[in-house]
């Protein structure tokens, strides 16, 4: 199995009923083509890391995270606390942030880690003919990585899914859907000034 393919994934969500049959895992990869308005993921759009803020989270009065910054990014003031135009996403402010305001979204991880994740609900696939779906952002645009793990969570007897929007080519998804049970294409609006590339 290989530990050389890594992919930067937002989130991964147990228990899923609307991704596909079943009971599933959804793997929330990072990175996509579009920029639609009405994305229900936009942490997901970006292909890097970066910090997401919760002001609601934040604490009045507190400024634990504001000596971490080593860009100086952050402000004494819980609306507007990060100034994105100078963060880096190194995640230095995360630790001292007892709350949670603050969190990294996007971490690598590896085809054994990954595949481990989505196995510790191999109960929840077999009473429910659920499995793993791949979503995002979008998930082909981490295609290589997705071609080293699909084949080995196939091993593992797992139902796979891609939610996908079919914005790249062909050529990206073409290996990967002997591995694939489950296609599942979310058709955008026809407007492609709708949903502008980023």
């Known amino acids: ?86 963060c880096t996403a190194c995640g230095a402010c995360v630790e001292p942030c007892p ?11 590896d085809v054994p880690t990954l595949l481990g994740a989505v196995l510790r609900d191999r109960p929840f696939y077999e009473a429910s003919g659920g499995g793993v779906t791949f979503s995002g952002g979008e998930p082909v645009h981490q295609a290589r990585f997705l071609g080293a793990l699909l084949p080995a969570a196939k091993r593992e007897g797992l139902h796979l899914a891609v939610e996908t929007s079919g914005h790249y080519p062909f050529a990206l998804v073409e290996p990967l859907l002997p591995w694939l049970d489950l296609l599942l294409f979310d058709l955008k609006v026809m407007d492609p000034a709708a949903h502008g590339p980023v």
């Open 1 to 86: 199995m290989s530990r050389g393919e890594r992919a930067l994934v937002v989130e991964v969500q147990r228990f899923s009923i609307h991704d596909g049959p079943g009971i599933r895992t959804v793997v929330f990869l990072k990175g996509c083509g579009l920029a639609c308005e009405w994305c229900q993921n936009p942490e997901s759009i970006r292909a890097g890391p970066e910090i997401s803020y919760a002001a609601a989270r934040c604490p009045e009065g507190c400024v634990l995270c504001l000596s971490a910054c080593p860009e100086d990014a952050l402000r004494d003031v819980r609306e507007g606390r990060v100034d994105f135009a100078r």
């Open 99 to 109: 709350t949670g305001a603050l969190r990294v979204v996007g971490r690598e991880m």
